[in-house]
């Protein structure tokens, strides 16, 4: 069954320390990959998505991701943390060839935590 | 730019009531979802519909139904509440494009007592 793992329930990060927020799929093919942030009381917003080239994609707010392909990997980082960045973070998958959004996986999300 | 739009932001029902949740999003996306979601479960796909007058059943549409009789709205109707539909309700909007991110509304948050 095709599945997206975010291991960590929750992150904590001092202000200014560096972060990364794990994501793992498994999905058939080459993916569509992306990242999204949830505050509280507000839907997701999108951060940023990988569709192919280079392996580190550049999003909204200073977030980055790496991609990679041999460990099926797509984990968020931010070389330095704020803490306006505690927020609820979803990865999510897009098995290619299918034009309908709903085959969308979500991961069960990972809670950031950017203590002062 | 309004994007997706919901409403209510908040509700209370009583077991066996109905109630409409609204969406309406003004990017002309041709697709749109609603999703619930419940700590510990992450995002659950409810109902999804490719176009005007075109629904289909996600991953838990037992006691919802769907419209999409124009590609602006798409309303979830609840039937009958029960208890175990407590929980947050999203709606989402993409385009057709493959890797279009999905753009959520800010929520209902449903209470059944």
């Known amino acids: 069954a095709q599945s997206v793992a975010q291991p960590e329930d929750q992150v904590n990060v001092a202000e200014g320390n560096p972060l990364t927020v794990k994501c793992t799929y498994s999905v058939s093919g080459n993916p569509y990959l992306f990242w999204y942030v949830q505050y509280p009381n507000r839907g997701l917003q999108f951060l940023l998505k990988?569709?192919?080239?280079?392996?580190l994609v550049k999003g909204s707010y200073g977030f980055e991701a790496e991609f990679n392909k041999s460990q099926t990997s797509f984990h968020l980082k931010k070389p330095s943390a704020l803490v306006s960045d505690s927020a609820l973070y979803f990865c999510a998958v897009r098995p290619q060839g299918y034009s309908s959004a709903s085959k969308i996986i979500f991961g069960s999300g990972t809670r950031l935590s950017i203590r002062p | 730019n309004a994007g997706v739009t919901q409403t209510p932001k908040f509700q209370v029902l009583k077991t066996g009531q109905s109630m409409t949740l609204q969406c309406a999003q003004d990017m002309n996306h041709e697709y749109m979802s609603w999703y619930r979601q419940d700590p510990g479960m992450g995002l659950r796909l409810i109902h999804y519909?490719?176009?005007?007058?075109?629904?289909d059943q996600g991953e838990v549409p037992n006691g919802y139904n769907v419209s999409r009789s124009t590609t602006e709205d798409f309303p979830l109707r609840l039937l009958s509440a029960a208890p175990s539909q407590t929980s947050v309700y999203f709606c989402?909007?993409?385009?057709?494009?493959?890797?279009?991110?999905?753009?959520f509304g800010n929520g209902t948050r449903l209470t059944v007592t």
């Open positions: 990988y569709i192919t080239g280079d392996n």
């Open positions: 519909s490719v176009g005007a007058g075109i629904t």
């Open positions: 989402a909007s993409s385009s057709r494009t493959e890797n279009s991110p999905l753009h």
